[in-house]
């Protein structure tokens, strides 16, 4: 019993002595994907942290405790402003109240999308940036002592050039894929635009005229800075027609992706020479 324990325990320890580099290399792979996840869980968090505390004041604002403290008192008294509009109906005033409610609903949307935007943007370029660093270092070491002789005799080292070369790859290529800084952009653009119409709509309410802001070009040029032109209506029924034409054109979820930026590694392949 004890020779065969004896010769189990050298079998192993030969077996690791011949494949000392590729254990090595195994363990340092596996090390790298911990790391990469422990690290993108803590920019994560880091990420959105910071994200709710930009946002936490804005409307609408999951965070905002005092727009909701506000939110809670105007509700108490929201029907009786409403019912101060002259010539209304009770139909007319709940479209109304839907139409806030609409609004508010696709603000808190498009500013939930700009926060997840931000925080795969910050994630995907503090990735790219270490894995571009640890490349940096690790090809220092290889080219000392030339690519081939690296490969064959120091496979840590050429398995980690490997994995952070991947890494940064994919992280780097990530924001133009799929759109980060467009689709943070477009949805906050679409944010204020709801933002600005619901405050008109509230507006209306206390005041009895709905603001409809119409903007032009200096002499048709897109390029030359834009004036408004403000136009009042005091009918609620037009007012619920312009709103409800307002909601139409800004109806959209802006979430896009560009297949065209991944890169076409083919062409790459067949520019490397074929050992004969």
């Known amino acids: 019993m004890a020779g065969t324990f004896k010769q189990s325990s050298s079998a192993l320890c030969s077996f690791v002595t011949r494949n000392k580099d590729l254990i090595l290399s195994a363990l ?56 101060t509009l002259p010539n209304t109906t009770k139909e007319e005033q709940w479209k109304l109240k839907q ?10 949307t498009h500013l939930g999308v700009v926060k997840a935007f931000y925080v795969y943007n910050y994630q995907s370029i503090a990735i790219a940036t270490f894995s571009s660093v640890i490349v940096a270092i690790s090809l220092f070491f290889i080219s000392k002592k030339g690519w081939d002789n690296n490969s064959n005799n120091n496979k840590p080292l050429f398995t980690l050039f490997f994995l952070s070369l991947i890494t940064a790859i994919l992280t780097g290529v990530s924001p133009s894929i799929f759109r ?37 070009t200096l002499n048709g040029d897109s390029s030359k800075t834009q004036t408004s032109k403000i136009t009042k209506i005091t009918n609620i029924k037009d007012v619920i027609h312009h709103v409800d034409g307002e ?12 297949e065209k930026k991944i890169p076409n590694y083919t062409q790459v392949l067949k520019k490397i020479p074929q050992s004969q």
């Open 247 to 258: 909601l139409a054109s800004l109806n959209n979820i802006y979430i896009g992706f560009d």
């Open 99 to 108: 139409q806030l409610k609409d609004i508010e609903n696709r603000a808190k």
């Open 180 to 216: 980060h800084e467009s689709n943070i952009n477009d949805n906050r653009r679409a944010y204020l635009a709801y933002i600005a119409l619901d405050d008109r709509l509230r507006s209306y309410i206390a005041t009895k005229q709905f603001a409809i802001i119409n903007s032009a």
């Open 28 to 83: 340092l792979a596996i090390a790298f994907l911990l790391l990469g996840y422990t690290t993108l869980h803590l920019l994560h968090t880091f990420a959105e942290k910071a994200a709710n505390e930009w946002t936490k004041y804005l409307k609408y604002s999951d965070l905002n405790n005092e727009n909701i403290s506000i939110k809670n008192l105007n509700e108490a008294n929201f029907q009786k402003y409403i019912d």
